[in-house]
RNA sequence: GGGCCCUUGGGUUAGUUUGGUAUACUUGUGCCUUCGGGAGGCAUAGACUCCGGUUCAAAUCCGGGGGGGCCCA
């Protein structure tokens, strides 16, 4: 199963083998969390929690379900919303007076309760946040971790006296977006969205998204200032120093599990997954090489080597099940544990162990008294690549372009055979030279059933020329891709 | 919203045209021999999505439901 040539085979075939989910559940869009994947899961948590509390945000969990009462307070989010949420009409045999919508995301559950938590501006800013389960129903494909219906879901939620504080809040959550997408070793593009395709309700989103393997874009989270949009229909104000009650300004800050679906898409290759040590379950997996005559004495080997590397603090799995050590090697490759040793007679009478790196296969070996630092070396040479490359892929995946005649048509558009493999048609990201109105952007998308991502968030990535649908002077460059 | 396709052990599948003992690989379990890159032998376990119909007889034919997937708006 080849990642690049049949990307989307190679992602389910991934998910099954390294055993991160059941999709057998009998619900489409709704999975398995099964122990390995949750184990990933659970640190990306663990660095988003750090994270959050490490910039005075506060842990809440508000309740599933939302009254329709409350969810249809603002026009525009219900607007965007109303097709894709789950409804609670009946309790036990009686029908609902006022309907319950299960949370296809929070501003509504919580807004009603800040409005009641804030009173005078000594409670600003509030920052909260919340790991949860949302659910929103999927009509189209359903894939695991990516498009799913029961997403496990991260949100803050601030309220701010001033705008500008609140603008400082996304940049502060921008930086949280830099540190996290380090750790995981995914590069992610920061682009403001277009008016049409902002979050509902919000003044402006910024999207991060990622490249799969197949050049469509995966977007990842996103960061949105609201401006007073919501706490004017909920009634979110404080009393100023003046005795003013003017409404709070307000940022939202997202992600889901959609960062485990581009750690496995990103990094994996066609043996398995490999995991950036960061949120490996297991960072070094020992395989002790026996033979008959000195199992004894391996074995010993192998566990003084696993407790020194445990009581260093790495996660370490001794595996010692009766089996071959090459179908062991294929087993921990699979699930994309980042470095393998080996320890055998030979290593035992050299004083060392035998290391092999998941992400390029580097064999060697590391003396056992320089256990500790050796691992945590190789382990960071192997983050660092990880990282680089993944970079590197981004930076290639996309493609300058002058004229919309350089993005290749899809002919089989529309053709109930589907056979033709979209790989050929060499799809990139393209940036280019937009004028930013609304007429010039839905002819780019519609020509070429292509979605404008938006516009570089961050200085310093400006354009100079013309805009490629109508000509006009422009200074600013747009990023397009199909999406996931 | 409209249309199309699929459903057989845990996984992958043969068999359905032409009704009659359900195939193979893989996985699981047990024992033995092995062990520096997917070991081998023997034994063992495991399935026709459900409900109804036709029939002496249904995985197979017919009707309906569930579940899964695709395409079009």
Known sequence: MSKFEN?????????????????????????VWTPYGWKIMRFVDTYLREELDGTDHDEVC???????????????????????????????????????????????????????????????????????????????QTRPFMRVREIHFFESHTCHDTEEDAQCQVEEDLEIVKRLMHRLCLPY?????????????????????????????????????????????????????NGDHPYVHQTTYGMSERLLGAI???????????LPPDVAPFQV????????KNADE????????????????????????????????????????????????????????????RDNGEKGTIALDSLIP????????IADSLRAKAWEFQ?????????MDEIPKDETKGASETNIKEDSLDLRVYSFGWCGCEECGHKFEDEHDIKILGTPYLPGDEYDGKCIVCGKPTKTKAYAARTM
Request: charged share 30%; net charge neutral.
């Open 395 to 403: 930076k290639g995946a996309v493609k300058a372009i002058e004229s």
């Open 264 to 274: 496995i898409s990103v990094h994996g290759d066609d043996s398995g997954l490999i």
């Open 374 to 381: 050796g691992t945590k070396l190789i382990l960071d040479q």
């Open 62 to 140: 508000f309740p599933l379900f939302i009254p329709e009462t409350e969810f249809k307070k603002e026009k525009d989010h219900i607007k965007g919303f109303d097709s894709e949420v789950f409804w609670v009409t009946k309790a036990g045999n009686n029908e609902l007076d006022v309907p319950l919508v299960v949370r296809p995301t929070s501003e509504t559950a919580m807004y009603p309760m800040f409005s009641l938590w804030i009173r005078s501006h000594q409670d600003l800013p509030l920052k909260v946040y919340q790991i949860v389960n949302t659910f929103r129903y999927e009509t189209k």
């Open 189 to 241: 593009f920061l682009l403001k969205r277009t008016d049409w395709d902002k979050f509902p309700g919000a003044h402006y989103t910024v999207g991060i998204d990622t490249v799969m393997p197949n050049h469509r874009t995966l977007q990842l989270g996103s960061v949105h200032h609201y401006r007073t949009n919501f706490s004017k229909p909920y009634n979110i104000t404080y009393e100023d120093e």
């Open 285 to 292: 997996v020992i395989i002790p090489i026996l033979s008959k």
């Open 298 to 357: 391996v074995t010993k080997a192998c566990v003084a080597v696993k407790e020194k590397l445990a009581s260093a603090g790495f996660r370490v799995k001794l595996d010692d099940r009766d089996d071959r050590p090459g179908s062991k090697f294929f087993d921990w490759e699979i699930k994309g544990v980042p470095l393998r040793f080996e320890i055998g007679g030979r290593d035992i009478e050299n004083g060392v162990v035998t290391f092999a790196r």
């Open 7 to 31: 990307y989307n085979e190679w992602y389910l075939d991934m998910v099954e083998k390294a055993k991160l989910s059941d999709k057998r559940y009998p619900i489409k869009g709704m999975n």
